[in-house]
């Protein structure tokens, strides 16, 4: 075994079972506190947990927890793919409170009287619970329902149940983290786990690059993103340096791909969402410099 596998090695794996007890500990203390607030103003919420932590491509010491409170007394939707005479039946229910925004300002105000400073409310998006020596940073996101309705290939009324979150910014964003997180376990079992070794390693090797002032910090999904586009023969070698030989698969499929100009229609993890829309925080310029460095960091010509 080569000391870069050895490297490869230690980055593969998750949280330790300390960061995971704080992250444990930080979902328990969200819902608590919701829950309250939510009992108090008589609306049903749920939740889902997301990001690393929920579909387990956490890296140990960068292990914060993502959590949407959904709104659960109606949701939005977006039938205008549809021909009108599809859309009638699919008004969802107008007893409505809290809409938009306001769902966000009320339970902020909430959670702010709960933890003081603790709470930063200052985010568009995210309300965060902040790190502190019993638990991790936590990420509230409130969050509704959002049905988007479409034609599939057979011409039957088809939808994509998501979750929009109204920022307080005005902008609104769509996710899945439902299909995320499917999608996810099923490529981890077709690459014999080898899918979420790969992203924990990219994004131990982002953070290395950012330390050392050779790439701008890029959002922990886009690993997971990038990792997820590479076929699943490129993960599970069997020689002697198993991580060493997919790593220098995936990142030169990457990168070459990018190249080459086939990785325009490349979906997120989802498969829903285009993975380089301009909306987004990073680009395939972003994506191809990335797979470059990590090139020359590790030496992987030579690997």
Same mark, same amino acid.
């Given at each position: 075994?080569?000391?870069?596998?050895?490297?490869?090695?230690?980055?593969?794996?998750?949280?330790?079972?300390?960061?995971?007890?704080?992250?444990?500990?930080?979902?328990?203390?969200?819902?608590?506190?919701?829950?309250?607030?939510?009992?108090?103003?008589?609306?049903?919420?749920?939740?889902?947990?997301?990001?690393?932590?929920?579909?387990?491509?956490?890296?140990?010491?960068?292990?914060?927890?993502?959590?949407?409170?959904?709104?659960?007394?109606?949701?939005?939707?977006?039938?205008?793919?549809?021909?009108?005479?599809?859309?009638?039946?699919?008004?969802?229910?107008?007893?409505?409170?809290?809409?938009?925004?306001?769902?966000?300002?009320?339970?902020?105000?909430?959670?702010?009287?709960?933890?003081?400073?603790?709470?930063?409310?200052?985010?568009?998006?995210?309300?965060?619970?902040?790190?502190?020596?019993?638990?991790?940073?936590?990420?509230?996101?409130?969050?509704?329902?959002?049905?988007?309705?479409?034609?599939?290939?057979?011409?039957?009324?088809?939808?994509?149940?998501?979750?929009?979150?109204?920022?307080?910014?005005?902008?609104?964003?769509?996710?899945?983290?439902?299909?995320?997180?499917?999608?996810?376990?099923?490529?981890?079992?077709?690459?014999?786990?080898?899918?979420?070794?790969?992203?924990?390693?990219?994004?131990?090797?982002?953070?290395?690059?950012?330390?050392?002032?050779?790439?701008? @910090? /890029?959002?922990?999904?886009?690993?997971?993103?990038? &990792? $997820?586009?590479?076929?699943?023969?490129?993960? !599970?070698? =069997? %020689?002697?340096? @198993? /991580?060493?030989?997919?790593?220098?698969?995936?990142? &030169? $499929?990457?990168?070459?791909?990018?190249?080459? !100009?086939? =990785? %325009?229609?490349?979906?997120?993890?989802?498969?829903?969402?285009?993975?380089?829309?301009?909306?987004?925080?990073?680009?395939?310029?972003?994506?191809?410099?990335?797979?470059?460095?990590?090139?020359?960091?590790?030496?992987?010509?030579?690997?």
């Amino acid at each position: 075994m080569t000391d870069l596998e050895k490297k490869l090695q230690s980055y593969k794996g998750p949280s330790s079972s300390t960061e995971q007890d704080k992250q444990d500990r930080a979902e328990r203390m969200v819902r608590a506190a919701v829950d309250a607030w939510a009992k108090e103003q008589e609306v049903p919420v749920s939740y889902t947990v997301k990001g690393s932590y929920a579909n387990n491509t956490n890296v140990r010491a960068d292990s914060d927890v993502d959590i949407a409170v959904v709104h659960g007394a109606f949701h939005y939707f977006d039938n205008s793919a549809l021909r009108d005479e599809d859309k009638a039946p699919r008004n969802p229910p107008t007893m409505r409170r809290f809409e938009g925004a306001n769902f966000r300002r009320n339970l902020q105000s909430s959670l702010k009287d709960k933890f003081g400073d603790a709470c930063d409310i200052t985010g568009s998006t995210a309300i965060e619970l902040m790190e502190n020596s019993g638990r991790v940073s936590a990420d509230i996101v409130p969050s509704y329902t959002h049905i988007t309705y479409y034609y599939d290939s057979l011409g039957r009324v088809a939808q994509h149940n998501g979750q929009i979150v109204y920022k307080l910014d005005g902008s609104t964003v769509i996710n899945y983290p439902n299909q995320q997180k499917a999608n996810g376990i099923a490529k981890n079992i077709a690459t014999g786990t080898r899918y979420k070794q790969l992203v924990r390693i990219l994004k131990r090797l982002e953070n290395d690059l950012v330390a050392a002032d050779v790439i701008e @910090p /890029l959002p922990s999904y886009f690993m997971e993103c990038l &990792g $997820y586009r590479a076929p699943d023969k490129y993960f !599970g070698d =069997a %020689s002697s340096n @198993p /991580l060493t030989a997919d790593l220098k698969a995936v990142t &030169g $499929y990457i990168y070459n791909e990018i190249k080459n !100009g086939r =990785a %325009s229609n490349w979906l997120e993890p989802n498969e829903i969402k285009p993975l380089f829309a301009s909306s987004n925080k990073w680009t395939a310029a972003d994506a191809q410099n990335l797979m470059l460095q990590i090139w020359i960091l590790l030496d992987l010509e030579n690997a």
